[in-house]
């Protein structure tokens, strides 16, 4: 464990290989697990700086400002970070669907015996 | 999109190049963020057969039972998977503090404009 990193008072994230940290959105409200995806310094500055929820993206190898396109943004009520800084979870007022299949949330299937079911909005 | 992968019903993890997927685990009552961790096709493939979360440890580079040292197992009590399968999530009943450094979530550190500030256990 690293002593200072996973229990004291200074922002330090353990960024990857990639320079990219976890970034967990849930519903502010609700509690939902909305999406997972990942944010570079800048998405995590940005998120910061602006109260709305910026990520790192992979496939596009850009920074992505939630929402800009559709207009969903995230609007951050609280930000925390994990014991060894590699992971943020965010909690926020989403604007619209967090999915871009159009969904609430990204984890609209449940892993059965079987395979995948669908999970009805109410959850 | 990968329409099949994204919106399809069969269970087809897109495994990132160390062969791992994000595990995100919620307290199943509280719905409080427990923690993030990874699995490998045969943590997922234990977890589902065994009800209790397995993760795939990066810094031991090794299978890994949660709770099997400390004895803090997390019951799934649901198991997801996101749009593009490269992320589940876990509701799990959680057997004691979920974090290693007895902490009941990871997540015991809000990100402030100076720093990190401690969140009470009420959160």
């Not at 464990?1 to 229990?7: G, T």
């Not at 998120?47 to 943004?73: I, N, V």
Request: overall charge neutral; aromatic content about 6%; glycine content about 8%.
């Amino acid at each position: 464990m690293d002593e200072a990193r996973d229990k004291g008072l200074a922002l330090n994230p353990k960024y990857d290989r990639d320079g990219l940290i976890t970034a967990v959105v849930t519903d502010a409200d609700s509690g939902e697990l909305l999406m997972v995806a990942h944010m570079n310094a800048k998405a995590l500055q940005l998120t910061r700086d602006t109260g709305l929820a910026h990520f790192w993206s992979r496939s596009r190898q850009s920074l992505w400002k939630k929402g800009e396109t559709s207009g969903h943004m995230l609007k951050v009520r609280d930000l925390r970070i994990d014991c060894d800084q590699d992971a943020v979870w965010v909690k926020a007022v989403p604007a619209g669907p967090a999915c871009h299949t159009g969904a609430r949330s990204c984890f609209f299937r449940r892993i059965g015996p079987e395979g995948l079911t669908p999970v009805d909005a109410a959850g």
